[in-house]
């Protein structure tokens, strides 16, 4: 059984610093997903992430996929307020797209 | 029309009652899925359509569930016979095919079983 972990669960910044968010799967895969869900809305896509090794970059996040390690990070440049919001990673081993793992979600607040 | 569209946006119900949950997804997209958000158990996937391919039931978690997408487009999810731990979010999301595409998730239906 795939399984998805997000480190850490709960996370309180500054703004203006950096700090990265961690998801870790279990099972191969090269397919990753990163998106983003603010307090009572739905979720939003960040990042699609398809090949070991793969990057990008939208704003202050990165996203990075190794599949080797079967790990990606999230990283967050010099946060402001507006970042703040869960971020859930989703893995998908089916190799179509058509059925995501989600992690559990990291909690993201940034206090000014 | 410009993003997934899900109704009602909230619901009330009694246990052991029927509901339906509806689904527009974004005019074009071939795939449409339904997933559920709870605070035990965080998003778990619960069945995906593509075209006129049968249906990935797999995630459905009881034959209480199911689903039916018409016409290529519009979805409704059916739950029959509600019990409390049905209560959750029902998210619907909709991607231009399955592969490797980002998915628009609608902004759910908030199901409360009484």
């Known amino acids: 059984e795939l399984k998805v972990e997000q480190n850490p669960l709960f996370l309180s910044m500054q703004e203006g610093k950096n700090y990265t968010i961690y998801c870790n799967y279990s099972?191969?895969?090269?397919?990753l997903y990163w998106y983003r869900q603010d307090p009572g809305k739905s979720l939003e896509s960040l990042f699609v992430?398809?090949?070991?090794?793969a990057v990008k970059q939208e704003g202050r996040l990165m996203a990075s996929l190794d599949t080797k390690a079967r790990l990606s990070t999230l990283h967050i440049t010099a946060a402001v307020h507006d970042l703040s919001a869960t971020y859930f990673c989703?893995?998908?081993?089916?190799?179509?797209?058509?059925?995501?793992?989600f992690g559990e979600g990291t909690q993201l607040t940034v206090n000014p | 029309g410009a993003g997934v569209s899900q109704s009602p946006s909230n619901k009330v119900t009694e246990k052991g009652k029927d509901v339906e949950l509806r689904c527009d997804p974004i005019s074009g997209h071939t795939a449409l899925y339904w997933y559920r958000q709870s605070l035990g158990q965080g998003l778990e996937f619960l069945i995906y359509f593509q075209g006129n391919s049968a249906p990935d039931k797999s995630g459905l978690p009881s034959d209480r569930f199911s689903a039916e997408r018409t016409g290529g487009s519009v979805s409704t999810l059916t739950i029959q016979r509600t019990q409390q731990e049905d209560s959750a979010v029902y998210l619907c999301?909709?991607?231009?095919?399955?592969?490797?595409?980002?998915?628009?998730f609608g902004s759910g239906t908030q199901l409360s079983v009484l």
């Open positions: 992430l398809l090949s070991n090794g």
């Open positions: 999301a909709s991607s231009l095919a399955a592969t490797n595409e980002k998915l628009f």
């Open positions: 099972t191969t895969s090269d397919r």
């Open positions: 989703a893995v998908d081993v089916t190799g179509s797209g058509s059925r995501l793992t």
